[in-house]
């Protein structure tokens, strides 16, 4: 088990950028898949990016062409560079992991993450 702590969430205009950090407990390098996940008030958790064994990024539609997802193994650090913000992009964030050795490394599955972090706020207003 990892655990997962999150930082640079906060409040930006429109058209505005922030970068989400996401810490781990202890090495992630080889030994976990890792992806962000967000959640509006009133609505489902969704996925927003994840990152394959080989690290290749993959990314929802509502986030496609603004998000970048990235991570230093040497930190044990996950990001999520996030552009071009929009209202609907507020929400709670969260990273979370799973085995590297899981056949779901990468998926968008949600049920396939065994350790999740708290989530900063993101709020995003005009």
């Known amino acids: 088990q990892v655990q997962l702590v999150e930082s640079g969430g906060g409040s930006v205009q429109t058209g505005g950028s922030l970068r989400l950090y996401c810490v781990a407990s202890r090495s992630i390098y080889n030994q976990y898949c890792l992806a962000w996940f967000r959640q509006a008030p009133g609505k489902e958790r969704e996925t927003v990016a994840s990152l394959t064994r080989a690290d290749t990024p993959y990314y929802s539609a509502a986030v496609e062409g603004r998000f970048t997802i990235s991570r230093d193994a040497a930190k044990s650090e996950l990001y999520l560079q996030m552009s071009s913000l929009k209202a609907e992009d507020t929400a709670m964030y969260y990273c979370?992991?799973?085995?590297?050795?899981?056949?779901?490394?990468?998926?968008?599955?949600?049920?396939?993450?065994?350790?999740w972090g708290q989530g900063p706020q993101v709020t995003v207003s005009s």
């Open positions: 979370a992991a799973q085995p590297r050795s899981s056949d779901y490394c990468g998926s968008f599955r949600q049920d396939r993450y065994n350790d």
